[in-house]
């Protein structure tokens, strides 16, 4: 399946003293990577920062509006107080996207060292990991290329974590 819409979440991360001092240059990067390469409109690929709750209270109704059908939303962990903010997006997107082709993909240093865990906390063969760069995996997969050839990507699938 080829997604045609791509939002991207840099959740609040806890313990972080000042959140602007790590800006989520990651993020753009990435966006700016599958405009140029991927297979979704630029005008649909979107994006949201997330410094404190204020934020927070911003942005989860524009999110709602981005869970529509063929969506990739994509999640920087980098650290772990982003991964426990996390839990509440991923939360609300499966809450909030009833039948629709909703794809989560986690990304980032945490995602990367802790792939295992989380693939085995969710155990949702719709939420995937990134280990490692993702433009490339995350190119590929706004292609639709087949799970089985995008290398570092992990999910769950049948009951047991896969290594696609």
Known sequence: MIFEHLTLVKPIEEGLSDQKAYPPLGLLYLASFVKLHGAIRPDKVRLFFMENEEDYNFVMPNLGNCIVDN???????????AYSESKKTIDFIKKNKGDKN???????????????????EYKDPNLWVVRGEGEK?????????SPNDIAGVYAWEFGREVDF
């Open 71 to 81: 969506s990739i939303i994509g999640i920087s962990l980098h650290s772990p107080g």
């Open 102 to 120: 909703i794809l989560i993909v986690l990304g980032g240093a945490f995602a990367t060292s802790c792939y295992d865990m989380i693939i085995n």
């Open 137 to 145: 995996a995350l190119t590929d997969i706004t292609h639709g290329g």
